[in-house]
Each structure stands twice: as structure tokens, then as C-alpha cells.
């Protein structure tokens, strides 16, 4: 079984080709840093009009690396939603045009459960598992019980952790992308310690409620005023102290992961409590899952309670298609076909009673 995957949400135009076996025939990603660096962030109607251009492209490349043709093909999966709805329109139709044309099933993919079900093409993870879906438009806890089976148990109430990132990258002068140049330039601290002491820093929610294990929910807004606040009190001629960013980045990501770790210790006791597995699984997904300090704590975290922390290779961190071919793999396994009538959706949460 081979499924075509496409994804276009947001800023990358992706095709990948993915088999039962988890095998990845190619996977490929453009991306569209260079039109939307001089806008500090992306531009919906830019990124539309760059699926547009290359998708075709992307496609027929990963059907050449995958040394496959369209009758080889058991279905397509395409990303419907949740985002830039022009993006998300671009590569539904184009999905859903190649299974008209070749008579093939066609697989409506949630975005966000294409990072959720990474793990399971990574690392072949059992449900049920505790995920934090950490990127640039969600913060959220879910447990995933199943191929469209989802609890949501927190979110964010304002900022996701990689729009903080990014947010917070503009604010020290950083350039676009603003997630991996906070982690590269808090990599040039000497002295974390020193420059959480040097550089304080909020870590919202974290004393609310402490020992409330359904207390999971999520906010950064404050965390990217805070660090506003210490740049407005550096001098202001000429560019920003490196070493003085240097050490503000690391703090700032060390808050980040301060907030995160106190959640999975939440997750992890409610989750034992509830579903009573002893070894429980964290799987971290989203492009926030690529930086290497939340990585290092987040483990740590779950090592304090002898449960086992995933976090995809990081080529599979930020959006791709591979993802969401495989997660079209997992629907069209179970049946879970959908019409060429499906409506792309802006939004598109996975726990639906939520």
C-alpha cells in the first residue's frame, strides 16, 4: 500500500510518498523563508499564490524519487485543515483532482493529526499516548487514544509556545525564522544561571493550582511582555549586545521549558491515574519539538516518572508531507475515506467535544 501525501497549511508546499511499512519513498519540502523573511512572518496571500507555483512540481519529484506512477498509488491524502485557508485550498484541490482523474480514495487529513501520528511512523508508538502538539499555531495537550480519537486535556488561552518564539525573536532583533535563531544564539550563553538571574522571567501558570493535575492549560502572552520589557530597558544606540541577547534567549528558553516540564508532570500523574499505564509514552510533535532544550527537559521530566519521551527526527518536526500521508495510511486502513464534496477548514480541532 503507497499513499501520496500533500501538505501546503502554511509555508511549506510538501509531496511525499509513504508504504505501509512506515518506509519513506521521498518526502519532500520546499520552503518559503526567502518570500516571507521581509515581512518578519508569513503572509497568507504569498504563501497561497507559492503553493500554487510549485506544487505541481513537488509532486511529480516525489513520485520520480519514489520511483512510483499513479497507478501504483492506493489513495491520496491531503491536508484539509486547520490553516491558511488558501494554502489548505491549494493543496486539497490538487489532492483530491489526482484521486478523480486515477480513481483513487481521497484522505481529508487534520493537520494537527498528521503531527500526532508522526511517532507512530517513527517509532511504531502503541496508543494510548500523552502528546504535546507544540508548533507556531497550538500548544495543547491531547492523549491520543486511536486514530481519531482524541482528548484534549489543555491549551493555550492566548500565544502557542512558537509564536512566542517567533514573537520573541522580532522583539531581541533576531532574524526569520525567529524559533531555531533563539535557540542558536542561546547556544553562545556561558552561564545559564547567570542569565536567568541577569534576565528574570515569568513562568505563567506555573505556581496556579500546583497540585491540580487537570490544571494543563497553557499561556505565553506574558512571557513575550516580559522579554519586551527587558529589551526596552537595554541602551538604545546602535544594535543590541549580543552577548546580552545571548544570554536573554537562553532564559527566555528556559522558561519556555520550565512551563512545558511542569505540564508533563501534571499529564504524566493525571495520565497514570486515569488510564492506569505504568510505563506511560510522551510523544512531543510540532515544529517547537525540533528545539533541543525542550527536548533535554521534557525527557528529564519523564524519566522522573519511568515513562518514555518521542520526539520525531527533526526532519519530521516541522510540516511535511510524510506525515500526512501516513496518517492518511492509518484512516484508509481503517475505512475512513472522504468524498470529493470534503470542505477545507480553518479550523479543525481534534478532540471535537472540546
Keep these: 500500500m503507497k499513499i501520496l501525501g500533500i501538505e501546503t497549511s502554511c509555508d511549506e508546499t510538501a509531496a511525499a510518498i509513504v508504504d505501509e511499512n512506515g518506509t519513506i519513498l521521498s518526502n519532500l519540502v520546499l520552503s518559503q523563508l526567502d518570500e516571507h523573511r521581509a515581512f518578519g512572518?508569513?503572509?497568507?496571500e504569498i504563501a497561497a499564490r507559492a503553493h500554487a507555483d510549485h506544487l505541481h512540481t513537488l509532486i511529480k519529484g516525489a513520485m520520480d524519487d519514489a520511483g512510483v506512477c499513479f497507478s501504483d498509488l492506493d489513495g491520496v491524502a491531503a491536508t484539509c485543515g486547520p490553516g491558511l485557508i488558501g494554502g489548505v485550498m491549494v493543496g486539497m484541490v490538487a489532492g483530491k483532482a489526482i484521486a478523480a482523474a486515477h480513481d483513487l480514495p481521497f484522505i481529508a487529513v487534520n493537520h494537527l493529526e498528521g503531527h500526532a501520528l508522526?511517532?507512530?511512523?517513527?517509532?511504531?508508538?502503541?496508543?494510548?499516548y500523552i502528546l504535546f502538539?507544540?508548533?507556531?499555531?497550538h500548544t495543547q495537550i491531547l492523549i491520543a487514544e486511536g486514530v481519531d480519537r482524541y482528548k484534549l486535556w489543555g491549551t493555550t488561552i492566548d500565544d502557542a509556545a512558537g509564536e512566542c518564539f517567533d514573537k520573541a525573536a522580532k522583539i531581541m532583533g533576531l532574524p526569520y525564522p525567529g524559533g531555531p535563531n533563539v535557540q542558536k544564539i542561546a547556544e553562545e550563553c556561558t552561564d545559564a544561571q547567570a542569565a536567568q538571574e541577569r534576565f528574570p522571567l515569568p513562568r505563567p501558570l506555573i505556581e496556579r493550582n500546583k497540585q491540580d493535575l487537570t490544571a494543563l492549560d497553557f499561556s505565553f502572552s506574558g512571557l513575550k511582555t516580559a522579554v519586551r520589557t527587558?529589551?526596552?530597558?537595554m541602551p538604545d544606540e546602535g544594535d543590541l549586545d549580543r552577548s546580552a541577547i545571548a544570554d536573554l534567549a537562553c532564559a527566555f528558553q528556559t522558561a519556555v521549558a520550565d512551563v512545558l516540564a511542569d505540564r508533563a508532570r501534571r499529564a504524566l500523574q493525571r495520565f497514570t491515574q486515569e488510564y492506569g499505564v505504568t510505563n506511560p509514552v510522551v510523544v512531543i510533535a510540532g515544529g517547537v519539538a525540533a528545539n533541543s532544550e525542550i527536548r533535554a527537559r521534557l525527557s528529564e521530566e519523564c524519566q522522573k516518572y519511568d515513562a518514555q519521551m518521542i520526539a520525531p527526527p527533526l526532519k519530521l518536526c516541522g510540516d511535511n508531507a510524510a506525515m500526512i500521508a501516513w496518517a492518511g495510511l492509518e484512516r484508509l486502513r481503517l475505512g475512513m475515506v472522504d468524498g470529493l464534496d470534503f470542505k477545507a477548514r480553518p479550523r479543525w480541532p481534534l478532540?471535537?467535544?472540546a
Aim: avoid cysteine; glycine fraction near 12%; proline fraction near 7%.
Design 230 to 233: 527587558h529589551v526596552d530597558k
Design 41 to 44: 512572518g508569513v503572509v497568507p
Design 118 to 128: 508522526t511517532a507512530r511512523l517513527s517509532d511504531n508508538v502503541s496508543f494510548p
Design 133 to 137: 502538539l507544540v508548533s507556531g499555531g
Design 351 to 353: 478532540d471535537q467535544s
